[in-house]
């Protein structure tokens, strides 16, 4: 079964963001950290 879809707020994202940004864990690491899809991390 599918999951829902997930709206995720301004906040979130930029703190996505400025993780992937900084570098310091990798794109595994963050996806299973934010629990996302690494095409969202990459958009």
Request: glycine share 2%; hydrophobic share 40%; aromatic share 4%.
């Amino acid at each position: 079964m599918k999951r829902p879809r997930r709206n995720h707020s301004p906040e979130f994202e930029a703190k996505v963001a400025v993780d992937a940004i900084a570098g310091n864990l990798t794109m595994a690491e963050l996806v299973k950290k934010y629990d996302v899809h690494a095409n969202q991390i990459t958009e």
